[in-house]
Structure formats: C-alpha cells, structure tokens
C-alpha cells in the first residue's frame, strides 16, 4: 500500500508543476491554454514541430475554445487545418477527445509518462457523410509503428522519427532567431 507522505508528496509536486503550466500559458505563449495538460502538451510538441517541419508557412493557434483545428498553417496561399489529439501513457484506453470535423490533418501524438512523445501520425481527413461527426472512442495506436487503417481513420501515416527530429531533446526546442 502507498504511504500517505509519497502520494501527497506527488500529489504536492504536481500541483506545483500544473500551476507552473498554467503560468507558461499566457498570449502568444507556445504552450496553448486550457484545462486538460496533456492536451495541451501535445500541442506545444505540434506547434515546434510544425514551426521547425514548416519553416516558410505561418502557424497560427486556432485557440483553446476552437473545437475543430488547433493550428492553422498557411504557406503560399493555401490553408491547412489541423486538429491535434494527444494520448499520455498513463491512459488505459488510448481512446481520444471527440475529433470535430472541418480539419485538413489530424495529428495523433503520443506521450510516454514523462510527457515526452513516444508516437506521432499524421492522418488524412477522411471522405465520409458529415452526420457520423463528432467521432467518439478512437483509439490512438501504440507508440512504435504504423497503426490500423479503419473504415475510417487511417493511422498508418507513422512520422515518429521525422517529428523527433523536430523536436530536440534539451530545453531549447526552437532555434534562435
């Protein structure tokens, strides 16, 4: 059985580190606001991917009320929405937020209980009746390759090892300008 010091010492240490997010969460910030962290997490490892993946496009967040694309990428006068989706490795189920149509690409990504990524898929929009929108109880594939292609979602887009090369491993994610 736990002790009662270890859990309220790691409940303890993740308050002080939420509260520490949610102050990292200003305008402009990388780190998006909202509620749910890990949501938010895999949106800031998006966003520098994006940034670092797309150098010549301009990213914009689509803001934290905004259910259909996080990020709106527009390089030489064409727009791509994308909807990010992000599944910790404390999830039992690795089942998703409900996916909002209207995005262009979805991004899938996956983090270890670190917060580090540990999977990531770009998956296409899908070409089907706009009714069966908002999809419920998709399940992210596991951390190591390529996932299942649906009926309707297509998870075999597997970029785990591109997006790691976007996202460094140290403090400094983004290069300086």
């Given at each position: 059985m736990n002790?009662?010091?270890?859990?309220?010492?790691?409940i303890a240490g993740y308050?002080?580190?939420?509260?520490?997010?949610?102050?990292?969460?200003r305008e402009n910030s990388l780190l998006p606001p909202g509620r749910q962290k890990t949501d938010c997490i895999g949106e800031f490892y998006a966003h520098v991917y994006l940034l670092k993946a797309r150098p010549l496009a301009v990213v914009t967040p689509g803001g934290h009320s905004n259910k259909v694309w996080d990020f709106r990428v527009s390089d030489a006068g064409h727009d791509t929405l994308v909807q990010v989706k992000t599944v910790s490795g404390?999830?039992?189920?690795?089942v998703l937020s409900p996916i909002h149509r209207g995005w262009h690409e979805l991004f899938v990504v996956s983090l270890d209980r670190n917060f580090r990524p540990n999977g990531f898929w770009i998956v296409p929009a899908p070409d089907f009746e706009a009714g069966a929108y908002p999809l419920r109880g998709v399940r992210a594939p596991a951390p190591g390759g390529p996932g299942p292609v649906g009926p309707i979602l297509d998870f075999s887009?597997?970029?785990?090892?591109?997006?790691?090369?976007?996202i460094p491993p140290g403090p400094d994610l983004l290069p300086e300008k």
């Open positions: 002790d009662y010091s270890e859990i309220h010492t790691a308050a002080g580190a939420y509260a520490k997010l949610a102050d990292l969460q404390y999830s039992a189920t690795r887009r597997d970029l785990y090892s591109k997006f790691m090369r976007a």
